[in-house]
């Protein structure tokens, strides 16, 4: 079955310990991105990667790093969290940047900072 | 660079009533316009989809209308139930780009 998945889907974690949230595809998709979810705020871009070794800050990438060693793989790390990080994460991957295709998402992580 | 509007914010219908979502947007190259919706606690997940080639296209109860002049997009459902009931989002696709998401429709219908 054609997917992305993220884990793990809910972590409580506290202040200044690293933690990295895993996102997997397996439909060999180009274009990866990760977005963070808060009320009233819609989607907001964290990070994109267009191919492997490539990535690109989106809107929101204060505080987050992503690496993209393999295609299939975008991790999103978190060097020192805070609890203004506390937010509903997603992955989302396309075919390719600029491919007129919907982006298939996650499952979803909710990180609670403490 | 791109910018997508969405408007309400929240909306409330009775059960069997339509309900419209409207989308604006500033790129006039953009040639892709997708709708997610997303239920409580789970992911966006596409519902219709519309490309700038097209003026309208209908999926059973949910319809998309884009008129490319006015640089604006709606989502049309029809004869609404609560399993409806979700946020939705509306997208639009810079030629080249990356997807640009609208903040959001809280769409409540009450049985």
């Known amino acids: 079955e054609a997917q992305v998945t993220q884990n793990p889907r809910y972590l409580i974690t506290v202040t200044g310990k690293k933690l990295t949230v895993t996102c997997s595809q397996n439909?060999?998709?180009?274009?990866m991105s990760w977005y963070r979810q808060d009320p009233g705020l819609g989607l907001r871009q964290i990070y994109y990667?267009?191919?492997?070794?490539?990535?690109d800050k989106g809107d929101v990438p204060e505080g987050y790093k992503v690496s993209r060693k393999e295609k299939r793989n975008f991790p999103l790390i978190l060097e020192s969290p805070s609890p203004n990080q506390t937010s509903l994460y997603f992955c989302?991957?396309?075919?390719?940047?600029?491919?007129?295709?919907?982006?298939?998402f996650g499952s979803g992580t909710r990180l609670t900072v403490v | 660079g791109e910018n997508v509007e969405q408007h309400p914010s929240t909306l409330s219908v009775q059960e069997g009533d339509s309900a419209v979502i409207k989308c604006t947007y500033s790129?006039?190259?953009?040639?892709?316009f997708p709708w997610y919706k997303q239920e409580l606690g789970k992911r966006p997940q596409l519902i219709i989809d519309?490309?700038?080639?097209?003026g309208e296209k209908k999926d059973q109860r949910i319809a998309v209308t884009l008129n490319k002049t006015a640089k604006h997009f709606s989502l049309h459902i029809t004869e609404t139930q609560p399993e409806d009931s979700a946020v939705y989002f509306c997208?639009?696709?810079?030629?080249?780009?990356?997807?640009?998401f609208g903040q959001g429709t809280e769409l409540s219908v009450k049985p």
């Open positions: 989302a991957s396309s075919l390719r940047q600029g491919a007129s295709y919907g982006y298939t």
């Open positions: 439909m060999n998709h180009e274009y």
């Open positions: 990667s267009m191919n492997v070794e490539v990535t």
């Open positions: 790129d006039s190259a953009s040639n892709y």
């Open positions: 519309i490309r700038s080639n097209v």
């Open positions: 997208a639009a696709l810079p030629r080249g780009g990356k997807l640009i």
